[in-house]
């Protein structure tokens, strides 16, 4: 310990020093990684949580076990989960340290957020819009793809937002199991016991979640040009 | 798989081979961790967040702190403060008081808010106090969201003290570490020690959930319930064991 204090004290905080060419290139080259995984985190969470919400929908008493499921895993904590993937998952790629291990771990949390919120936002779809377009001829995928998602789809992006800033929190947790992006600055930081290393990942990492929940609502506010013109109405 | 040393490791020796404290010392560490954390973010979240949404004052704060919340990792604000703070044990507890002070600070100024203004009226109008009606209606009324609160940021600490234990801190990350180091993909021991102790840890962080849950139909007045249940089944998702519904992820987020 003692040698580590006096390790530290050489050191100045905040130590621009810190950023050099090489660990500006390699800081770059963990936010893509920590973009990457975060971004097929979401897209499989969300081609498994869309067709899961949608049959909950269809067949209500399928909503409770699959929140519940869905919840219990949720709650298993992170590192134990991670760990636990590594241990039980064959090894070798894409497994074992690669990147499928921790791209199963990211979309298993992905799914409570997802799910439960495409579900409130296909109920809260108004009746009367959906008789409408029945009456009108619409089939049931017809009505689905071009009635009930377009209006579900703030409260939908709403959980899409909250699952990216969640995923990118957790992506760091992957640096145990040879991912990680800007988490493995936590890591390497930690065991040179270097604190300016560890706090450009953090606010890396924040910025980075703070910028793509930004860059949602951005999209929202595109994908849903009527929403903004009944707010400016109102 | 060697479940040998498992069984008198589970009942309180040490592991020998890996050389973890036996698991109802682990066990106890982790209830520490979470417990102390959670009560000290209550005494501070609670009081605050009671009284910004009772004066209706600061809302916008007490929503972006739940924001910000999430979008901090916990791994990396745990190994700052112990890098940054003299590499001991205080910081690393004050990063857990950190982390759960969030979600019960913006579900008790969300629950006082979504009083209906009518009964805070009501409450005035029959002559109650400004503390009458904090203590007497918004704080009973308000008690569903702000447990779901309290609930969301347990469970939260119970996963962030797993995290502590990678700075050497005990509890039942200690095992999962531990494995992780000694090559669990490849040592049979370590793997059985990872897998038990991730089991443990799994049904800890249910448990602590589903006991807060059944606290919140204790503390909730009973009025409050009967009205729940006769209520049609809600369209927006309810308060669930996180606290991020729908609904308020549309405020919030």
């Known amino acids: 310990v003692t040698v580590a204090v006096l390790a530290q004290l050489s050191r100045p905080f905040p130590d621009w020093a810190w950023f050099d060419d090489r660990n500006v290139d390699e800081l770059i080259d963990l936010l893509v990684e920590h973009v990457v995984l975060t971004a097929l985190a979401l897209l499989f969470g969300l081609l498994i949580a869309l067709p899961l919400a949608v049959a909950a929908v269809r067949w209500r008493r399928l909503y409770s076990p699959l929140l519940n499921f869905t919840g219990v895993l949720f709650t298993i904590p992170s590192a134990a ?154 | 798989v060697n479940w040998e040393p498992i069984w008198p490791w589970l009942l309180g020796e040490q592991h020998e081979a890996l050389r973890i404290a036996g698991v109802p010392t682990l066990l106890a560490e982790h209830l520490l961790y979470v417990v102390g954390p959670v009560l000290a973010a209550i005494a501070i979240a609670l009081p605050a967040g009671l009284w910004i949404g009772h004066i209706n004052k600061g809302g916008t704060l007490a929503i972006n702190v739940s924001n910000a919340g999430r979008a901090i990792p916990s791994l990396g604000l ?69 447990m779901a609160g309290i609930r969301t940021s347990a469970v939260q600490v119970v996963a962030t003290a797993t995290l502590a234990a990678f700075v050497g801190l005990g509890g039942l990350g200690r095992p999962i570490f531990t494995g992780l180091a000694t090559s669990v993909q490849f040592n049979p021991d370590a793997r059985t020690v990872v897998v038990v102790a991730v089991a443990l840890v799994a049904v800890f962080a249910i448990a602590v959930e589903q006991l807060l849950g059944l606290a919140e139909r204790l503390v909730v007045p009973r009025g409050l319930a009967d009205r729940r249940d006769r209520r049609p089944p809600p369209t927006e998702a309810d308060v669930g064991p996180t606290q991020q519904t729908p609904k308020q992820s549309a405020v919030t987020a």
Do not use: C, K
């Open chain 2, 78 to 146: 745990i190994l700052i403060a112990y890098l940054a703070f003299g590499l001991s044990a205080i910081p690393v507890f004050l990063t857990l008081i950190a982390m759960a002070i969030p979600p019960i600070l913006t579900n008790t100024y969300v629950g006082v808010r979504e009083v209906d203004p009518e009964v805070r009226d009501a409450a005035a109008g029959m002559g109650l106090s400004g503390w009458e009606i904090l203590r007497r209606v918004e704080i009973p009324m308000a008690m569903p969201v702000i």
């Open chain 1, 81 to 234: 989960l991670f760990v636990l993937l590594l241990a039980v998952l064959p090894q070798g790629e894409p497994f074992g340290l690669g990147m499928g291990t921790s791209l199963i771990g990211l979309t298993i949390y992905t799914l409570l957020i997802l799910f439960r919120n495409t579900v409130a936002g296909l109920e809260s779809v108004p009746r009367d819009v959906t008789e409408a377009a029945t009456a009108m001829g619409y089939t049931r995928g017809r009505q689905l793809l071009q009635v009930e998602f377009p209006l579900a789809l703030p409260v939908i992006v709403a959980g899409v937002r909250i699952a990216a800033v969640t995923t990118i929190g957790l992506v760091t947790v992957t640096a145990f199991i040879g991912q990680g992006g800007l988490g493995r600055l936590f890591i390497s930081g930690f065991r040179t016991q270097y604190p300016m290393e560890v706090a450009v990942g953090l606010v890396v990492s924040i910025v980075l979640a703070v910028a793509v929940d930004l860059a949602l609502v951005w999209s929202e506010h595109r994908l849903t040009p009527w929403s903004q013109s009944r707010e400016a109405r109102a």
